[in-house]
């Protein structure tokens, strides 16, 4: 089973900073999800990739296949980015894996 | 509006009385998928669903029972709800499991007391 570990926990930072958050794994995979959960409790999908890099917005998210490891970024972050990011990663092998979760990395931007 | 509708949002019960919680996609998405979250452990799978009578457990199914008769819905079903299965529910969508992001609903929060 895949273990995917995530850093920092948790992130204040202030308004207009550059923020990272990390997502590593053990064991390849065939694709890299990267969710957004608010304080109300809703998740959206920011980004699925397998490969490469992926922008929208102000988000970037990057990931390295060999390392095994993921980036999300924040350009100009803002209060409203205020959330908990969560990567979450599909096995690759035959059969219908389902995803395994990193814990989640709080992130509080203040004004 | 495409979206993944869950029913209810909110659900307090005892335990041992039955329940179900609904989901509905309108998007014709094959997979569909029940996760639970709790508080330090992320979200965890239940069931999930290939496509209509496909369905296979996740890394947490004792105690729940899924049924996918329809493409559309996926109802998770407590039988017997124990203490233990207090927490916030998700059930998410997507065209097929591969290469695909996929779509949550609102979430479900229940208590089981």
């Known amino acids: 089973k895949n273990e995917v570990e995530q850093s920092p926990q948790n992130l204040t930072a202030q308004e207009g900073e550059f923020i990272t958050i990390n997502c590593s794994y053990s064991v390849g995979i065939s694709a890299l999800h990267w969710l957004q959960q608010h304080p109300g409790g809703g998740i959206v999908s920011l980004f699925m990739l397998s490969s490469g890099k992926k922008k929208h917005g102000r988000l970037i998210a990057t990931i390295n296949i060999q390392e095994k490891h993921s980036s999300l970024h924040i350009t100009a972050s803002h209060p409203r980015d205020s959330a908990v990011y969560i990567c979450a990663v599909r096995n690759i092998g035959g059969g219908a894996d389902g995803l395994t979760f990193g814990k989640g990395t709080h992130l509080i931007i203040q004004p | 509006e495409a979206q993944v509708t869950q029913n209810p949002r909110y659900l307090i019960t005892v335990t041992g009385k039955k329940l179900t919680v609904t989901c509905s996609q309108n998007m014709n998405h094959e997979y569909m998928s029940w996760y639970r979250q709790d508080p330090g452990l992320g979200l965890r799978q239940i069931y999930y669903s290939m496509n209509v009578e496909v369905t296979d457990k996740g890394d947490v199914p004792e105690g729940y029972k899924v049924s996918r008769k329809e493409k559309r819905n996926f109802p998770l079903i407590l039988e017997s709800p124990s203490p233990n299965q207090t927490s916030l529910y998700f059930c998410?969508?997507?065209?097929?499991?591969?290469?695909?992001?996929?779509?949550f609903g609102q979430g479900t929060r229940l208590t089981v007391v």
């Open positions: 998410a969508s997507s065209p097929g499991i591969q290469g695909y992001v996929l779509s």
